[in-house]
């Protein structure tokens, strides 16, 4: 049985009036009876229910995934299934947003608990990004473009649709930023940091040529001289998950395991990015460590569960471990756990809709131009 309940953020903490708590009757139920209730209100469901599964969810969740896959494919997932008219994302918030957003007008998105939210979105407010913008033309910055990582809230995707820019994944984010470059001058790259400079760099723009947005000081606190002279604005951003991977974790990893390859996630911080052998989005990590040779050795950072199913999987012609020995659990993900998704289905099943996720009517339309934007960027 699992019952690991971990802190909440203050992402968590704005969302949790909404929330509607688990019925003590779901609390306590042993794996197999749960496995057995939700296999049944899956098939009663039927082809009315779709459920996605981001690759950061525990087993015991993600094996009752119609789709798996990171926030890039489980988007495009929504648009391939017309017919359902439930869409129970397991994952965090802002992806259920998106859903929504993406979603035809009479499906329902749920997420199974309202409180797996994403620390990293919570880095940027509405508030901070409008104070941003209006500083930036203050200072006479001229021809900003704006990409938000679909790690944010609806109401940021809207404004930066709004104002021209557009979404972007870790899997399409050189991709993003060659189109924002062959509109503007600048992008102003929100909410994590790390994916900004990281995937700039790669495509050739030096570190001088960024700066870090501070929402908390006036003018973001960048020296106007650099902010003239910068091509990448980059918003004080990162996934606290992310962010733990360090360089002596790869330097003790090599010396443990000689000839060992290690490849890691966009949102580590720029110096684990440069010590690491390869980068790349969830998608780019699993297929490159699947179509290695056998007998390779891999330190994966990313997410814990990705890394010990990928492990599972390629076993024994290869080995796959944690950069980090401690292992780095995303705590909100990990919030969605069988006992919801139990919960959801079996209400859905008595044509009750719970924890539905609806994107206010006046933030839908630029999210929706937002989004597109992305999707049609290869
Ligand atoms: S891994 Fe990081 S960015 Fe992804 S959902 Fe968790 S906190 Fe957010």
Not at 64 to 84: C, E, I, N, Q
Not at 369 to 374: I, N
Request: hydrophobic content about 45%.
């Amino acid at each position: 049985m699992t019952s690991i309940i971990p802190l909440l953020t203050e992402y968590e903490k704005e969302h949790i009036g909404e929330r509607q708590p688990l019925p003590e009757r779901y609390l306590g139920l042993t794996d197999e009876e749960m496995d057995v209730r939700i296999a049944a209100a899956r098939r009663t469901l039927g082809s009315r229910l779709v459920i996605l599964g981001h690759h950061y969810q525990r087993d015991e969740v993600i094996k009752f995934a119609d789709y798996t896959g990171d926030s890039f494919r489980l988007a495009r997932h929504v648009a391939a299934r017309p017919d359902a008219d439930y869409i129970v994302f397991c994952g965090v918030h802002f992806m259920a947003e998106s859903a929504d957003v993406l979603a035809a007008e009479h499906q329902q998105v749920i997420l199974p608990d309202l409180a797996a939210g994403c620390s990293m979105a919570d880095m940027v407010a509405p508030d901070q990004l409008e104070r941003c913008w209006e500083e930036l033309t203050e200072m006479e910055v001229p021809g900003v473009v704006p990409i938000t990582y679909i790690n944010s809230a609806a109401a940021i995707k809207a404004f930066v649709g709004e104002r021209g820019g557009t979404v972007c994944t870790s899997s399409n984010a050189a991709a993003a930023l060659r189109w924002a470059f062959s509109r503007g001058e600048k992008v102003l790259f929100v909410p994590d940091q790390h994916l900004g400079r990281n995937t700039a760099y790669r495509m050739g723009i030096a570190l001088d040529e960024m700066v870090v947005w501070d929402p908390d000081e006036i003018f973001g606190g960048v020296d106007p001289d650099r902010l003239a002279r910068a091509r990448m604005i980059l918003w004080k951003g990162h996934c606290s998950v992310h962010a733990r991977f360090s360089v002596a974790q790869i330097v003790a990893v090599r010396r443990q395991h000689p000839g060992v390859r290690v490849i890691v996630h966009p949102e580590v911080p720029w110096e684990v990015a440069q010590a690491a052998d390869d980068m790349g989005s969830t998608e780019y990590i699993i297929k490159t460590v699947t179509n290695s040779p056998a007998g390779s050795v891999w330190a994966v950072g990313t997410e814990v569960h990705l890394v010990n199913r990928l492990a599972q999987s390629l076993a024994p012609e290869r080995t796959v471990l944690s950069l980090d020995r401690f292992g780095c659990l995303c705590s909100t993900m990990f919030r969605v756990s069988p006992n919801h998704l139990l919960w959801v289905l079996e209400e859905l099943v008595e044509g009750r809709v719970h924890n539905e996720i609806v994107v206010p009517a006046d933030q839908k339309h630029w999210t929706r131009v937002a989004l597109d934007r992305m999707l049609s960027i290869q």
